[in-house]
């Protein structure tokens, strides 16, 4: 099974953080956390900030690792890597995404996550009681 390696940003503000929609592909309307794959000779710090950029036309800064998640698809094995982070301007703009919202860690159940980012809830929900 093919294995794709790749990096999301659970991009923190105050309370909350922010969820995208997919606009397009075989989990077209899925939540997720941004990001994308890693390429060849890549770190992942590198990869999201690259993706974030590309994605929401956004500047984030690289807090922390929060878990490592391996799942399988269908079609193939997802190595990712999740890290809190938070902006380094104030505003994103939708170039990928069809929607996007901040939510709290308390409407985390009721988001419809890919699968994968799904597995990263317990940990969100650790990493937030932490922070405390």
């Keep these: ?3 794709v390696k790749a990096a ?3 991009i923190v503000y105050k309370d909350r953080f922010l969820v995208a929609q997919r606009g397009y592909g075989e989990f077209k309307d899925f939540w997720e956390f941004p990001g994308g794959k890693v390429e060849l000779n890549e770190r992942p710090e590198n990869t999201i900030v ?3 950029k590309e994605e929401l036309n956004a500047d984030i800064i690289v807090d922390t690792l929060i878990t490592d998640i391996e ?3 269908d079609s193939f094995h ?3 890597k999740l890290f809190a982070c938070h902006l380094n301007n104030c505003s994103i703009e939708l170039l990928e995404h069809e929607a996007s919202k901040w939510i709290t860690v308390a409407e985390l159940d009721s988001i419809g ?3 994968a980012d799904k597995k990263a809830l317990p940990f969100i929900k650790d990493y937030f009681t932490k922070k405390k």
């Design 50 to 52: 690259r993706e974030i």
């Design 8 to 10: 999301a940003a659970m």
């Design 113 to 115: 996550f890919l699968p």
């Design 71 to 73: 799942h399988d698809y």
């Design 1 to 3: 099974m093919k294995c």
């Design 78 to 80: 997802l190595s990712m």
